[in-house]
């Protein structure tokens, strides 16, 4: 992993962690890499000091956390990093409140509505990606709900 210190277009400084320095110009070029300052996507590499460890010290114990402070990482999200997690939620939870969970018989009920064999409704579930696939191949929407990150924590 690689640390850069960057720089958007409005001169607010930064840090984000890749898995490479080509992880960082293929994030960049696709425009992914944005200010959490300001959202700009255009931003460059800012001058850093390497991080060199020294060998002839020993190693300080860790800091004692005070009881009851949570010990997992936590992301720092940008405003529109925000916004758009909310709209998403917000879009998942009109989808499970309107609709049918109707498990793993997602596919075959989609389908037979698509071919008419039942009356058509709103429906969620789960389904393979060979299901899914198979579905598209026939022009049956189908629409994944989307997985929040702090529904996986």
């Not at 960082?24 to 944005?34: C, E, I, N, P």
């Not at 114990?61 to 990093?81: D, I, K, L, N, S």
């Not at 009920?109 to 969620?124: C, K």
Request: one cysteine or more; aromatic letters at 6%.
């Amino acid at each position: 992993m690689i640390r850069y210190t960057l720089r958007c277009t409005s001169d607010h400084t930064f840090d984000s962690w890749f898995p490479s320095s080509d992880s960082f110009d293929a994030q960049k070029a696709r425009g992914l890499v944005s200010c959490p300052t300001c959202g700009a996507t255009t931003v460059e590499k800012a001058v850093m000091a390497p991080a060199v460890s020294r060998t002839d010290r020993e190693k300080a114990p860790p800091a004692a956390r005070p009881e009851g402070e949570p010990t997992t990482p936590v992301a720092v999200m940008g405003e529109q990093e925000q916004a758009f997690r909310a709209l998403l939620r917000e879009l998942k939870d009109h989808v499970t409140r309107n609709a049918d969970y109707v498990g793993d018989e997602f596919a075959t009920l989609a389908r037979q509505m698509h071919e008419g064999e039942v009356e058509h409704r709103s429906i969620y579930g789960e389904a393979t990606a060979d299901e899914i696939k198979a579905l598209r191949e026939d022009e049956v929407e189908v629409f994944p709900l989307p997985v929040l990150p702090d529904e996986r924590n």
